[in-house]
């Protein structure tokens, strides 16, 4: 079965740092782009950022711009994005996402990112 | 504020059929043919309902379909079943000079 699974969400105060993973699984995870797109409480969506299935390629939504970082490592089959510089606005559920055909057909269930003092 | 516009809510009784609009611009929508669909549940993960404007994928039930004109995609849910009810959001490729992605705010649809 095919399937993602986020971790590394927790609480952290504003100007601090986070990585999220997202361990993949059943997929040939080295063929796909994977992307991030989170959901902040009781909001829609917002894409986050995408990197090409070879590692080649990055970009990011403009809120996150800067201060996050997209990496993957295909050997280990995981997704990776490093936030630093966090504000208060970057609460919100984190999901990863597999790419395809421009959409987004395999979610995990998300991890919960809190930006507080 | 959302890129792309969604109604907030929308309404059916079972066996009733509802259409869910999202219109966005000649930047996104109307620009390429890459919308998508998808149904949340409270508290679980977007499920992918359509892409590629009108296509759906493997398992999803031929109830629910979708097209596009000009700046506005919409999404037609048919013969509406209780499980039906979640929120419901479409999505755009964006992109131009780079990659993007853009949603609507998501309707929640109802079944009365």
Known sequence: ?117 | QSALTQPPSASGSPGQSVTISCTGTSSDVGAYDYVSWYQQYPGKAPKLVIYEVKRRPSGVPDRFSAYKSGNTASLTVSGLQAEDEADYYCSSYAGSNTFNWVFGGGTKLTVL
């Open chain 1, 1 to 117: 079965q095919l399937q993602v699974v986020e971790s590394g969400g927790g609480v952290v105060q504003p100007g601090g740092s986070l990585r999220l993973s997202c361990a993949a699984s059943g997929i040939t995870f080295r063929s796909y782009d994977m992307h991030w797109v989170r959901q902040a409480p009781g909001k829609g969506l917002e894409w986050v950022a995408l990197m090409r299935y070879d590692g080649d390629i990055k970009y990011y939504g403009d809120s996150v711009k800067g201060r996050f970082t997209i990496s993957r490592d295909n050997s280990k089959n995981t997704l990776y994005v490093q936030m630093n510089n966090l504000r208060v606005e970057d609460t919100a559920v984190y999901f990863c996402a597999k790419g395809f055909w421009n959409a987004f057909d395999i979610w995990g269930q998300g991890t919960v990112v809190t930006v507080s003092s």
